[in-house]
């Protein structure tokens, strides 16, 4: 099952996005088992970082080819993440909810 994170990011260290997306990686394991894999959407280089426009866009591009979108308890503090959600919903996709 291929899996979607959606964190909010913004201002945070690359050190603590990666961790937290670990986090809800496991989240979605410990429902749906092992079998669980990440949809990479997290631009680690500095220079594969665009505009926030440009890097939703790759984000919703990249959660097409999730079976499963995964959010975490504050995603809606994230003005990306409300707009994932939003698609998400729109479009009929498998969606989960941290608690």
């Excluded at 050190?15 to 989240?27: F, G, S, V």
């Excluded at 979605?28 to 505009?51: C, H, P, W």
Aim: aromatic share 8%.
């Amino acid at each position: 099952m291929k899996v979607f994170v959606s964190q909010p990011m913004n201002g945070k260290p690359e050190e603590e996005i990666l961790k937290r997306q670990e986090e809800l990686l496991n989240y979605a394991r410990k429902i749906f088992g092992d079998q669980v894999e990440l949809v990479e959407s997290y631009a680690r280089n500095v220079e594969d970082r665009k505009t926030p426009v440009e890097m939703l866009g790759e984000s919703i591009t990249r959660m097409a080819e999730a079976d499963l979108v995964v959010f975490s308890h504050d995603w809606n503090l994230g003005r990306g993440c409300r707009v994932e959600n939003m698609v998400a919903i729109l479009y009929g996709m498998a969606i989960l909810y941290e608690q």
